[in-house]
């Protein structure tokens, strides 16, 4: 297999990771803004 | 009489074909109603820089208006992270931040832009074209022409037909890859939806805290992340509604004339009729049918962790594409074919956006991996 073809595969392994690591953060992020940042829910836990 | 008839010796048959091409385009555009905000001014262009000495594009010492505006707003990639600002502007994250989960199959959905680029590397492109090329999986026209020209790939005109093209054959495109790849069964799982109150602090934060976490990871998706964000904000903020109308109308549609008509520059019939060209809609149809499948086959490898009651319908996967809200509205509709009680438009709406912001990362990581 050309080197190109195995740079590309590593691009593809590489990139999917990235993608779906920064999605997992951001999904994270959301949860924690949506326990912490809703004034509502807050008032009912008072 | 050679002052008034020479240019038309000057004619060349692949030109006349352009313009079959660029009919065609208005034709989808008008007829069909697919993406006729960027398919009739590339398809108009289409016509105008395939004249002979057309004095739309440079000849010798001429600057041509469309290489002007190409320049100003294409090759340093203004133009696309304009348009970004009116997008953001137009999408109310809502259905997404209710229920933040739904961003992975967002994720999944970017597969067919890096199978796409290791495809296009065995079929003999360079990294910079496959990277171009496998963008068009990104189901996102700017993130797909930023990509393109940071690369300064030789193919942005047939990047951009097929980009424009398939994102508007969505509804064709993607009902035969779900349904191959999932049962009757599996399309009628019901789906609870639960509106829950997202609260104004947590939408004025989501595209600050997008921005810096994207930007942290991904830096080079600074850019595309940052100005789709602040459009975001603009809407969200409450306080500038002038700034967020004009951006989802003037902005976004004043963007949009010039850059249907300006990418059509690189579709002169030397660039464009090229086998090089067949092989890019090939690969750009590919991009699209494996983002679907990546996000349903995500979607089915979730419900194998899934409680009974909790299952999810792997149609939504499918969403995960970044072609909004098309996307959404298309297995909506299949699934109300499926069951008639089976709404899931709002799941499938939050998985839509997500996959708005996923595409913008996947094009981001191409530039962080590959060097210029």
């Known amino acids: 297999m050309s080197s190109l073809v195995l740079q590309s595969l590593a691009v593809m392994g590489q990139g999917m990771l990235g993608v779906f690591v920064v999605m997992a953060l951001l999904a994270l992020c959301i949860t924690l803004l949506n326990r912490f940042g809703n004034p509502t829910k807050k008032n009912a836990k008072g | ?372």
């Not at chain 2, 951009?160 to 399309?187: D, G």
């Not at chain 2, 997202?198 to 939408?203: D, G, Q």
């Not at chain 2, 809609?281 to 979730?302: E, P, Q």
Request: charged share 10%; glycine share 10%; net charge neutral.
């Open chain 2, 1 to 372: 009489m050679q002052a008034i008839f020479g240019n038309l010796l000057l004619l060349d048959p692949k030109m006349v074909i352009m313009w079959v091409i660029g009919g065609l385009l208005i034709y989808l555009a008008i007829k069909k109603d697919m993406e006729p905000s960027l398919l009739l001014p590339m398809g108009f262009g289409a016509i105008l820089v395939n004249l002979p000495s057309s004095g739309a594009i440079t000849q010798g010492d001429e600057v041509g208006v469309l290489d002007v505006l190409y320049n100003a707003g294409i090759a340093n990639e203004l133009f696309p992270l304009l348009l970004f600002i009116g997008i953001g502007a137009m999408i109310d994250f809502g259905p997404l931040l209710q229920n933040p989960k739904l961003l992975i199959f967002g994720a999944a959905a970017q597969f067919g832009v890096f199978a796409v680029v290791v495809l296009a590397t065995l079929l003999g492109f360079d990294l910079h074209d496959a990277a171009s090329i496998g963008v068009i999986g990104a189901a996102d026209g700017p993130t797909a022409i930023f990509v393109s020209q940071w690369f300064n790939s030789r193919y942005t005109g047939a990047i951009m037909v097929a980009a424009y093209s398939y994102m508007a054959l969505v509804p064709i495109i993607q009902p035969p890859v779900i349904k191959a790849l999932t049962t009757k069964k599996e399309r009628t799982i019901r789906m609870r939806y639960q509106a829950a109150n997202v609260s104004r602090l947590t939408r004025i934060l989501f595209p600050i805290v997008v921005t810096v976490v994207a930007g942290l990871i991904v830096p080079r998706s600074v850019a595309l992340v940052g100005f789709l964000m602040f459009g975001n904000l603009l809407r969200e903020c409450g306080v500038l509604d002038s700034l967020s109308h004009v951006a989802q109308n003037v902005l976004a549609n004043l963007i949009t004339i010039f850059l249907g008509i300006t990418i059509a520059s690189q579709m002169q019939a030397d660039q464009f009729l090229n086998k090089e060209t067949l092989m890019i809609l090939g690969l750009g149809l590919l991009a699209f049918v494996f983002d679907t499948a990546g996000g349903v086959i995500c979607a089915k490898v979730v419900n194998i962790f899934m409680p009974e009651d909790k299952k999810l319908n792997p149609m939504i996967g499918a969403c995960g594409i970044s072609a909004f809200p098309m996307s959404s509205r298309v297995i909506s509709k299949m699934a109300l074919a499926e069951d008639k009680q089976n709404f899931l438009l709002m799941q499938a709406a939050g998985v839509n956006v997500g996959g708005q912001v996923a595409s913008v990362i996947a094009g981001g990581m191409l530039l962080n991996l590959i060097a210029r």
